[in-house]
């Protein structure tokens, strides 16, 4: 129990040592701020914009499926409601410009076939080694969950953090994720002069470690959209960020509206509960 | 409280019948409806119930949440985004099992917070208290258990920390400690193995936890509850029938706990999750901080607390352990915290360094953090073995009410139409 003993110890002089510092926020590493975004899909009332998200395929499609699959998402996801909502038949159509590996057939063989609506959005590669081999051992994840698999740590105090999590909770702040890769498409910039990048890196403001191996996916431009919308980086990034969200979490507009009935009819349950029971305690006061 | 007469009157043959044979009517209606509650109860009160219905929703959602899901690490992961994807309204139900985890330790946290409050612990409650801290440990290890089944990042690192936790004992015995460790695994890493016996022990525990709960009950009934002066019961003014009274008076508190509950599942489903974990396990890459769910960082906190491996270890056990022991640590003759001026505010302080503790089991363990988690975890200690002891011996009590009906009527402890006393319904 050495061990034990020596820890008392140094409790002993620690306490002593920050017993008068307040709670700070403190961090080995440094905490890169990212801002918080308006969403619309955003909060209690948030709904996905058709128009948006049908705009952020787009950009997904012509800047990011070069490298990164969405393979969780189904052609039949992008027809359905609550989502982008295509044409049927240009979605069929879509479909059918990609091959599918289908099989084996009566002769045992594996064959090709034109995709279908039951058929998920092909990745861009067959495995992670073909695409690290191509990407110079960088590996672009799959972005089917990459609003949900970022978040953002919010670094504050301890009486401050309270709080935080209250207004987050009460706001349903769920749009962490978002606002990263938001900050992340928009975060390339020049690096400062005395940061060292390696070979073939880009400096990025918002990504840990600020040397991300993928280059500016977007530039001005780069897209012209069909519903004619300006194609700023901005817009862009908002709009392919609105697109994964929805890839990530396709039942939340239902979600969301099923909640909302949910709430009124638990909320007048309880008035009633409430009523009931003060009328039944009334006798016993 | 057991002892009274259950007032149970079979009206029909049947119930004559059966009364004759299993008069499990009689019992319940003494249990659950009649069943003298003290009058002035608070809603504090009502988590009891409110932890039946999230067990029981729980083992609901679960059962169904196992129809779809596949244990083994090439396909869990996929089941689960296929549950919230595919299958119908199957994002709802994987939302309200897993906001239902930790509505079911928020609850918990609450239940437990009041007895330490109100001295619920002490005699003749020891026994349920007991059984309480049991069913902490079983709900503990449930949730821990079905966190790692997702089979994410956090899900697939939380295990590898936890379960190497045990390999400290090899400080003690050379070999032990991985022996177990290797045992646990089912084999020498964590793998498709662990995750399936881990969902075979998820499935399990629950209804341990059910049994537990009904002995808990059991216990319950028979002392009787507890209530916010600590007084017993001693006149029938104290107390009202459980029906409709506290029925009643539980429905309403679950009935807004509900309404919370809801919020998070429609709402915030993620809030109290980690994004780590919508990242697929790889045991080839470490995340940057690993962190528990919300409702263990306290002992996390604690586990990091001491610099020695075994310390923090035997730490973080005794942390719960030591609840066992506080009916007899506690020496006051006073259950209430109403009436101790002075422990009262060590209790308070307490309650602040848990939830100081959950805050710094967030941090990374390192510089300012690890100290306070130090004095804090001292604190935790010291609470326990030195301020309910010793506090207890000096402290002057308050002046108390002398029976319950007192504290709420005031004067002479008659309901206001004395005469019609609704016990007598």
């Not at chain 2, 009787?224 to 007084?231: A, D, E, F, S, Y």
Request: hydrophobic letters at 45%; one cysteine or more; charged letters at 15%.
């Amino acid at each position: 129990m050495t061990t034990l003993t020596s820890g008392m110890k140094r409790l002993a002089v620690f306490a002593l040592a920050v017993v008068s510092t307040p709670f700070v926020a403190y961090a080995a590493g440094e905490a890169i701020h990212i801002d918080r975004q308006k969403w619309n899909f955003a909060g209690f009332s948030g709904r996905f914009d058709q128009n948006q998200l049908q705009r952020g395929f787009q950009v997904y499609k012509d800047a990011c499926a070069q490298c990164h699959g969405i393979s969780r998402v189904y052609f039949r996801n992008l027809v359905q409601p609550g989502g982008p909502v295509f044409n049927e038949d240009a979605v069929k159509g879509l479909a059918a410009t990609y091959q599918i590996q289908d099989g084996p057939n009566d002769d045992g063989k594996m064959f090709k076939r034109p995709g279908r609506l039951s058929d998920r959005v092909p990745p861009p590669y067959a495995n992670e080694q073909e695409a690290r081999s191509v990407h110079n051992g960088a590996y672009p994840p799959d972005l089917s969950l990459i609003t949900k698999a970022r978040g953002v740590e919010y670094q504050g105090s301890l009486f401050a953090h309270p709080f935080h999590i209250l207004k987050d909770m009460v706001g349903g702040y769920q749009e962490g994720g978002a606002d990263y890769v938001y900050a992340l498409l928009t975060g390339y910039a020049q690096a400062p002069a005395d940061f060292k990048l390696a070979d073939g890196m880009q400096y990025n403001k918002a990504f840990p470690g600020h040397q991300i191996s993928m280059p500016p996916p977007l530039s001005e431009g780069a897209i012209k959209y069909q519903d004619g919308t300006p194609a700023t980086v901005d817009q862009m990034a908002r709009d392919v960020v609105a697109f994964l969200h929805w890839a990530g979490d396709p039942k939340q507009d239902e979600r969301k509206r099923m909640g909302f009935l949910v709430l009124v009819y638990l909320g007048f349950t309880a008035l009633l509960l409430y009523g009931a029971k003060r009328r039944i305690w009334a006798k016993a006061h | 409280m057991a002892q009274h007469d259950s007032t149970y009157k079979p009206g029909s043959r049947l119930e004559h019948w059966m009364d004759e044979r299993l008069p499990i009517m009689r019992m319940m209606h003494g249990q659950f409806v009649d069943f003298p509650t003290p009058r002035n109860l608070n809603y504090l009160w009502t988590f009891g119930g409110i932890l039946s219905f999230c067990l029981a929703v729980q083992i609901v959602t679960g059962i169904v949440l196992a129809m779809h899901y596949i244990p083994t690490a090439d396909m869990a992961f996929d089941s689960v985004e296929r549950i919230r994807r595919d299958v119908n309204y199957g994002w709802l139900i994987r939302n309200v099992h897993a906001v239902g985890a930790s509505m079911f330790f928020f609850a918990v946290y609450i239940h437990i917070a009041r007895g330490l409050y109100y001295g619920s612990y002490k005699a003749p409650r020891e026994v349920l208290w007991i059984l309480g801290v049991l069913l902490f440990l079983l709900m503990m290890a449930t949730g821990f258990l079905g966190y790692t089944l997702p089979w994410g990042q956090m899900s697939f690192w939380g295990v590898t920390v936890i379960t190497n936790l045990f390999s400290s004992l090899d400080a003690i015995v050379p070999g032990l400690g991985t022996k177990i460790v290797t045992w646990l695994w089912g084999g020498f890493s964590v793998s498709s193995v662990t995750l399936n016996r881990f969902f075979s022990l998820h499935y399990l525990l629950p209804f341990v936890i059910a049994g537990v709960v009904v002995l808990h009950i059991w216990a319950l009934h028979v002392v009787g509850q507890n209530n916010p002066t600590g007084l017993d019961i001693k006149t029938k003014a104290d107390s009202v029938p459980m029906a409709p009274y506290a029925v009643m008076k539980d429905l309403f508190g679950l009935g807004v706990f509900v309404l919370l509950f809801a919020w998070f599942v429609f709402f915030a489903p993620d809030y109290l999750g980690h994004a780590d974990n919508y990242v697929p396990a790889n045991p080839l890459v470490t995340p940057p901080h690993i962190v528990p769910e919300w409702y263990f960082l306290p002992f996390y906190a604690i586990l990091r607390a001491i610099p020695s491996k075994l310390g923090g270890v035997v730490a973080m056990f005794s942390a719960i352990v030591v609840l066992v022991f506080i009916p007899w640590l506690d020496t006051s003759r006073v259950r209430s915290a109403r009436y101790r001026p002075l422990y009262k505010w060590f209790l308070w302080f307490f309650f602040f360094s848990v939830l100081a503790l959950g805050y710094l089991g967030g941090k990374p363990a390192e510089g300012v953090y690890v100290a306070w988690a130090q004095f804090f975890t001292a604190y935790y200690f010291a609470f326990f073995l030195l301020i309910m002891p010793i506090v207890g011996v000096m402290e002057t009590p308050s002046a108390m009410p002398r029976s319950i009906a007192e504290s709420v009527l005031g004067g002479s402890g008659q309901p206001a139409g004395a005469t019609s006393a609704p016990e007598k319904r």
